[in-house]
């Protein structure tokens, strides 16, 4: 006895596409979650009242005072008489930024003494020129009462 199988391939065909528009809807449905705060056709308008921690004009980063207060250690325990020929280097290791006072001139500011520096900044942010000033206090301490970038 001979047997012949017939091929049902024609079936399996007819399942498969449905099979297949089936799981691409599962996922589309899935994947609105994710999409549907994107607003893409533009039908919300965007809420400008929520503030994030992004302050805008000249507000300074801890990095940036961190910066000064060593410039200004560095300009402030300069021997001026060591100091008129060479520069002084100074690095801010909590930071990573380094930088050369160039110059540093001492006066007498309305009774107080100051210094008036330049010094370069070489930090993540690029290489920039600053200039400034720090001035002693009634009671000793020095005080950095500028510091421009130039």
């Not at 210094?115 to 000793?140: L, P």
């Amino acid at each position: 006895m001979v047997v012949i199988a017939k091929s049902n391939s024609h079936t399996k065909r007819s399942r498969l596409p449905g099979i297949n528009l089936l799981a691409i809807a599962v996922a589309g449905l899935c994947v609105t979650g994710c999409t549907s705060s994107l607003d893409l056709f533009g039908g919300e308008k965007v809420d400008r009242t929520i503030s994030t921690g992004t302050v805008a004009g000249k507000a300074r980063s801890g990095t940036a005072l961190s910066d000064e207060m060593t410039v200004r250690n560095a300009v402030t325990s300069a021997d001026l008489s060591k100091v008129a020929t060479s520069s002084v280097p100074w690095a801010n290791t909590s930071t990573g930024s380094a930088g050369v006072v160039s110059t540093i001139r001492e006066d007498r500011n309305q009774g107080r003494l100051c210094r008036d520096f330049t010094t370069t900044r070489h930090s993540y942010e690029g290489i920039a020129m600053f200039s400034g000033q720090a001035c002693m206090t009634e009671g000793g301490d020095w005080l950095l009462t500028a510091f421009d970038r130039q």
